[in-house]
């Protein structure tokens, strides 16, 4: 004959629960993560873009267009001073890298494109291409 036995679902909870439950390590509601938003705007010209890279040395800023492609990318790199007897005791700052890319309607002239990083905000300005695909079809 098999053994029954009753299943109890916080058992379990509650023996995990006081087990070292004070002594592990409790994620912060207020955590934050490395995230770029970005707003793209279009007019007959081209595209005007605006990023938000806080902390960010512009040297660690790359912008990368192929056609209709655009991809960027930032590092933030962690500050490695550390004077004799400091601990940290809490740290908000997040540290590594962060990439987006998209793809845009047109083509982009690469030639053309100019990029500014001010303030933490990155604006990129992209040209349409001269000789774009798009034309008008008569409706017969």
């Known amino acids: 004959m098999a053994n029954i036995t009753r299943y109890n679902p ?7 629960f006081g087990n070292g439950f004070w002594l592990k390590p409790l994620p912060f509601p207020a955590e934050t993560e490395l995230a770029m938003k970005i707003d793209v705007k ?3 010209k081209g595209f005007t873009m605006k990023a938000d890279i806080p902390g960010v040395k512009k040297e660690d800023i790359q ?11 930032a590092e933030v790199k962690q500050e490695k001073e550390k004077k004799e007897g400091e601990k940290t005791v809490y740290s908000e700052r997040s540290y590594g890298m962060v990439s987006r890319s998209f793809t845009l309607p047109v083509d982009v002239d690469a030639k053309g494109a100019k990029a500014e990083y001010k303030d933490g905000v990155l604006n990129l ?4 291409k001269g000789n774009g695909s798009a034309k008008r079809v008569a409706v017969a």
């Open 10 to 16: 916080f058992e379990d909870f509650f023996k995990d």
């Open 42 to 44: 279009e007019d007959d």
């Open 63 to 73: 912008v990368d267009i192929d056609d209709d492609q655009v991809s960027l990318r």
């Open 125 to 128: 300005t992209l040209p349409k």
